[in-house]
């Protein structure tokens, strides 16, 4: 097995950093565009409760449905490729994004806001200065979530031929190949562990240099 | 001469139904200290609000430095306010010097002036800006963090000062402390202004040169602290005022 897989890495490496470089390619796209809708969609579930009930709703019921489920629904609807797996990873991710930018939003203490206002501040000097940078660390924990959410997902993107990693662990499943299976699924789980880490160390950035200790 | 800088007519303010401020006037002369007492539910912190335009009243109209508050910019007319809050209120993610430098940043002045103003500021407040300055909040004390507010709320030298309930989480030693500096404080800065919401009666006869004692939306008594103890105007006044009494034959008793 071992030698299977050294054997696969020293003749077709290209093509693993090819399967690699889409997996990351499919699961950044996505990321970006979900907090693109999800952080104005967030700021304003903070100040309005009907907003912010939707997307709590919609956050429950898109973690009932399957992510397999999600990206199957979408075939008869938008056909295969890069697109359909692209709006089905975005709709997976918005949930963490979402929840996690209200709650941040939220967690902003009232009187900071109003001391803000009363030094002057109009609403976009108040959301710039005082309200982002105290949700930050509560968005990029979202964001973490988010990612993680993606990369795992987007293994199964391959169903619907957009490629990334996943090609190979399906690819090793029907050729009963396990070795193409093993490499597959260890490479997601270190994508995963990365951003993790990635993710917790900003995190931990973003917080030591606010200092705040509550 | 005196001038009127704040000016109450006829206001009041309701929450839906629920009336927390009826028929309020009352003036206050540029350089005069007054305190404001009552207890919670009194309307105090709702008549301070309205003063910086955090609160609209419903009915009737304040004047601020002869301009009707409803023509005012509320961003500008807060800009010239200075506002100290009970729970201290300074941005956690901001070093002393940048919570200090808020407001004047809001108004563009350039770096240097700033960093003077800051270094002032603190100077004011008796915390030395070389080592303070860029420390965090919560790498301060309670008192030093109430020092800060209120540098922060002095250093665009606005000509009225609020204070809501300032020294209320202190204790009391410190609270005393910190009491005796805005006293001295007000007195170097005579011209300024200062608006002080207190539910301490002690507090309130201390510092204030006219307390201006409130009940139920409503406006008690309005007067110096000679002019409370020898003639208070309701029961509830002279109720109060008979708390400070209890105290001193507690003293007495214990002596």
Known sequence: MLAQIIRYFQTSSAEYWGYVGQHLFLSLTSLIIAMLIAFPLG??????????????????????????????ILIPIMGAGVIPALIALVVLALPPLVVNTILGFNEVSPVLKEVGLSLGMDQRQLLKQISLPLALPYILNGVKLALVEIISSATLATYIGAGGLGTLIFTGLGLYKMQYVVIGAVSVALLSLLSMFLMDWVIRKVREDDQSNY | MTKAIIKFEHVAKKYGKNEIISDLNFEINQGEFVTVLGSSGSGKTTTLKMING??????????????????????????????????????????????????????????????????????????????????????????????????????????????????????????????????????????????????????????????????????????????????????????????????????????
């Not at chain 1, 409760?49 to 449905?65: E, G, H």
């Not at chain 2, 955090?54 to 430095?65: A, D």
């Not at chain 2, 507090?203 to 007067?223: P, S, T």
Request: proline fraction near 5%.
């Open chain 1, 43 to 72: 700021y304003l579930g903070s100040r309005n409760n009907a907003v912010a009930a939707f997307c709590q709703t919609f956050s429950q019921l898109l973690r009932i449905i399957p992510s397999l489920a999600l990206l199957f």
């Open chain 2, 54 to 255: 955090l609160e609209k009243p419903t009915k009737g109209k304040i004047t601020i430095n002869g301009n009707d508050l409803n023509d005012t910019n509320l961003v500008d007319l807060c800009r010239h306010i200075g506002y100290v809050v009970q729970s201290i209120g300074l941005f956690p993610h901001m070093t002393i010097a940048q919570n200090i430098a808020v407001t004047p940043n809001l108004l563009n002045w350039d770096k240097e002036k700033i960093n003077k103003t800051v270094d002032d500021m603190l100077n004011q407040v008796g915390l030395d800006p070389k080592e303070y300055s860029g420390r965090y909040p919560a790498q301060l004390s309670g008192g030093q963090q109430q020092r800060v507010g209120v540098a922060r709320a002095l250093s665009t030298n606005p000509p009225i000062m609020l204070f809501d309930e300032p020294f209320s989480a202190l204790d009391a030693i410190i609270r005393q402390d910190v009491q005796q500096e805005v006293k001295e404080l007000h007195q170097n800065l005579s011209d300024k202004t200062f608006f002080f919401v207190t539910h301490d009666i002690n507090e309130a006869l201390f510092l204030g040169d006219r307390v201006m004692i409130m009940n139920k939306g409503k406006i008690e008594q309005f007067d110096t602290p000679e002019k409370l103890v020898a003639q208070p105007a309701t029961d509830y006044v002279a109720q109060l005022l008979g708390t400070v009494r209890q105290n001193r034959a507690l003293w007495e008793q214990f002596k």
